[in-house]
């Protein structure tokens, strides 16, 4: 199990996503805001913001809550976010990239510095981890959208680079400058993905095994529950084996 785009499986498994449905519209919202606030506020004339939109759609976010989350956007007394990459290590020697959207910069460097520490691991400085990964645009669509031909002549068409398929879901990926373009195509010919953002696609990664597994498991539900945080990206790999062994 990857630690870049699984790590939402695990976090499904682990009974995580209704449980923390609260934090996660707000992280979702903030996105939106940002988006909006940043370009147009109309979808049609702002990728990001349709990315963002399309994210929360896919997590049944109330049309109510997205469209508040854009009139944030044009409220001068909002407080004002600040985009920051925290990159580290964490057990087992694992690289992990933070992505932070902040009112308080100092507040958000201390909290994440402190869970990387607990965790064992330790806070680096900007471009010792992201080095290891690759940015790139990924799109998701369930398992049952299509067939593992299918999904792979719609990429192709689309303007894709690599589908990687599995019992899961089905996983799109494209170069970062190409994701609102490639997403568009798609959705033309597969309907509306699961999701469409810029992640930190890992280039290697780290077989993770006994014990460090519920210190890196830890280390990522920690940094997922950070209000500060609002991705996390790491290059493990956990066997299913393990996982099972975890739960049980």
């Known amino acids: 199990m990857a630690g870049h785009s699984k790590w939402a499986n695990i976090q ?32 049609e004339f702002n990728p ?14 109330p049309k109510d809550n997205i469209d508040r989350a854009i009139k944030k956007s044009t409220n001068a007394d909002e407080a004002s976010f600040e985009e920051i990459r925290y990159e580290g290590f964490g057990p087992a020697g694992i690289g992990v990239i933070v992505e932070a959207l902040t009112d308080n910069r100092n507040r958000a460097a201390s909290e994440i510095r402190s869970i990387f520490t607990k965790s064992g691991g330790n806070l680096g400085e900007t471009g010792a981890v992201s080095f290891m990964f690759d940015r790139v645009g990924l799109i998701q669509y369930p398992a049952d959208a299509a067939s593992e031909d299918s999904i792979m002549e719609a990429a192709i068409e689309g303007g894709a680079d690599d589908v990687v398929s599995s019992s899961d879901d089905h996983e799109v990926y494209c170069a970062a400058d190409q994701l609102a373009e490639v997403a568009r195509n798609l959705e033309k010919i597969l309907g509306e993905p699961q999701t469409a953002r810029l992640i930190w696609r890992p280039q290697n990664e780290i077989e993770v095994s006994g014990d460090k597994v519920e210190s890196v498991i830890k280390l990522m539900n920690t940094l997922d529950d950070c209000d500060d945080v609002q991705n996390v990206y790491a290059n493990f790999d956990i066997s299913d084996e393990e996982m099972e062994r975890l739960a049980g």
């Open 12 to 43: 499904h498994r682990k009974g995580r996503q209704d449980a923390k449905r609260s934090k996660m519209f707000s992280k979702l919202s903030k996105e939106i805001t940002i988006a909006a606030k940043m370009g147009a506020p109309d979808p």
């Open 48 to 61: 990001r913001l349709r990315l963002a939109i399309q994210a929360a759609k896919a997590q049944s976010m």
